[in-house]
């Protein structure tokens, strides 16, 4: 009878309290920003040898945060960072945001400047014994550019560095289109509704009207700058946000396990190569 009460008791720690249930973390923190130094000494590159580093900038985004493009970044950093063995070094905030520039509370930052500083970013990630370099990009245009041909670069020139240049939205059309049923768009029902499940209260469905939305046209047809509307639809009549709470949070759990299984996937390839 002791006996049992002991491994009842055992088990009541093990599995019924939190605290002994999970698994302690490597670091006391993922974030460069809040790590000590003496702690990353430790376990920088010996432990951890993989970093990620959210890029964005700010631009109208609809009815949600100017930010979007680094709120949804650094939200994917920090939910697969344990996962993946990652550090999340300070975000980027500042981009090339292009043709929604002149909207108020946007930036741009020029294309010679930005490809220097995000050079300068990763080498300095290098330095610090950093082997596994990912950029999780949240805005496109020719921002994606820079920054690819930067991480080649880097890589390139570090024999024994990898850059691996994620565009979030992008690599997960897939998904836009199984969870929502149709395509997505800037500031659409995808980016909405990741913000959303990012943080309800950066969304403002009573400000929504139809009208804000309009398909990217297609090339060689038209352009217009500043662009007429804050949500660009990748397809005609698909992409709308719809506020869908429930959709929202799918989505992002997909989204998120999806770019987790990106990243450990190319560390794995890297590694067998041997590269």
């Not at 809040?34 to 990353?40: D, G, H, M, S």
């Not at 300095?124 to 690819?148: D, E, R, S």
């Not at 890589?155 to 897939?174: D, P």
């Not at 929502?180 to 959303?196: L, P, S, V, Y």
Request: hydrophobic share 40%; with cysteine; net charge neutral.
């Amino acid at each position: 009878m002791f006996k049992f009460i002991l491994g009842f008791l055992f088990f009541c720690l093990i599995f019924v309290n939190p605290t002994f249930s999970q698994t302690k973390d490597l670091v006391s923190t993922r974030e460069m920003n809040k790590i000590n130094w003496l702690e990353f000494k430790e376990v920088v590159p010996a432990k951890i040898n993989t970093v990620i580093l959210p890029v964005g900038t700010l631009e109208p985004h609809g009815v949600t945060a100017n930010g979007a493009d680094n709120i949804a970044p650094e939200a994917i950093a920090q939910k697969i960072a344990p996962e993946v063995n990652a550090l999340i070094a300070p975000t980027l905030p500042y981009g090339m945001t292009g043709s929604m520039s002149n909207y108020p509370g946007a930036f741009e930052i020029s294309d010679t400047v930005y490809r220097a500083f995000v050079k300068e970013i990763l080498q300095g990630l290098v330095q610090n014994g950093f082997k596994n370099i990912i950029i999780m990009n949240g805005h496109g245009g020719g921002q994606t550019a820079a920054l690819q041909a930067v991480a080649g670069e880097v890589a390139n020139s570090n024999r024994g560095s990898r850059t691996l240049v994620i565009n979030w939205w992008s690599f997960t059309s897939e998904i836009t289109k199984d969870v929502f049923g149709q395509d997505g768009g800037h500031a659409g029902n995808n980016e909405t509704a990741f913000i959303q499940a990012i943080d309800p209260k950066l969304v403002h469905p009573e400000k929504y009207s139809k009208d804000m939305a309009i398909a990217y046209p297609r090339p060689g047809t038209w352009s217009a700058t500043p662009f007429p509307s804050s949500i660009g639809l990748y397809q005609p009549g698909q992409g709308y946000p719809d506020f869908d709470e429930k959709k929202a949070k799918i989505y992002f759990e997909r989204v998120t396990q999806a770019i987790a299984d990106l990243v450990k996937d190319t560390i794995k390839r890297w590694d067998l190569a041997g590269v």
